[in-house]
């Protein structure tokens, strides 16, 4: 049945995500077992050689890391597997588009991004959850930034047809590569150093919950065009009629 086999693509789409998390978690907890063995040598030693106590300290401080490290991780793996059914509301996506660039735009001056924000007067209202979609425009901006240089444009676009709304984020940034374009919504896919690899797959998560769709173009060095579609608020009411 269907509920069956959406079922089991949730229970491996968990269980890629706990592989993940344990593959990440591997060196931070190697790490803190290494230095919590040897602040335990070195404790024995102490009475002998006061100078060990910095090299004490420096072992701690490597522990502290990596449990902060730990917590990020966990604390990002929560977030990505809560079930969480959208809080459906009627919401303006023009209007929240820009709290999240008002929200956004310290970060976006700092790295010398230009946005310019071209929508349709009278945009649909949508049915969503305000936080949700709060957090995919969030991402999406997020990465556009961090694939642009100073001096980048961030253009984005909305407009709606009879049956959904539409947006599109443009960047000038880096783009992406061939290879890398099926890999977009897989948890931890990143090619940044201190990247999760989980905002697509999050993005792409709420959107399917809302009943919407997420489409990403890219050519490599000319840019990257993200386009999300969420369902008008009264297009099922029309569907029903018909
Ligand atoms: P993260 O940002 O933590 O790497 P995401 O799931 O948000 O994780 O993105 C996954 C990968 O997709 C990024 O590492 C990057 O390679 C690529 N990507 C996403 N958005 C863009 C974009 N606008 N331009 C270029 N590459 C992008
Ligand atoms: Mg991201």
């Not at 591997?26 to 050689?49: D, Y």
């Not at 735009?105 to 949508?126: C, K, W, Y």
């Not at 947006?167 to 099926?182: H, R, V, W």
Request: aromatic letters at 4%; proline letters at 3%; glycine letters at 8%.
């Amino acid at each position: 049945s269907t509920e069956a086999r959406i079922e089991s693509e949730r229970t491996s789409s968990v269980l890629l995500l706990a592989g993940g998390v344990a593959h990440e978690l591997g060196n931070p907890l190697n790490s803190l077992t290494i230095h919590l063995q040897l602040v335990e040598r070195k404790l024995k030693k102490l009475r002998a050689a006061e100078r060990e106590t910095e090299s004490i300290a420096q072992s701690i401080q490597v522990c502290r890391d990596e449990v902060k490290r730990l917590d990020g991780i966990i604390t990002n793996f929560l977030e990505a597997i809560r079930p969480r059914p959208p809080n459906l509301g009627e919401v303006r996506l023009a209007e929240l588009l820009d709290e999240v660039l008002t929200f956004q735009h310290r970060e976006l001056a700092d790295r010398g991004i230009a946005v310019e924000v071209e929508t349709e007067a009278e945009l649909p209202v949508v049915m969503a959850d305000r936080d949700q979609v709060k957090q995919v425009f969030f991402n999406l901006v997020k990465n556009a930034a961090e694939a642009m240089q100073p001096g980048g444009r961030l253009k984005i676009r909305s407009w709606a047809d009879d049956e959904n709304v539409h947006l599109a984020f443009a960047d000038s940034g880096a783009g992406i590569k061939q290879d890398d374009l099926t890999r977009l919504f897989q948890p931890y896919h990143t090619t940044k150093s201190g990247g999760h690899g989980l905002g697509l797959m999050i993005v792409q998560r709420i959107l399917h919950e809302h009943g919407g769709q997420i489409g990403i173009e890219s050519k490599e060095g000319i840019g990257t065009v993200v386009t999300i579609h969420l369902p008008r608020r009264d297009r099922r009411v029309r569907m029903l009629k018909n």
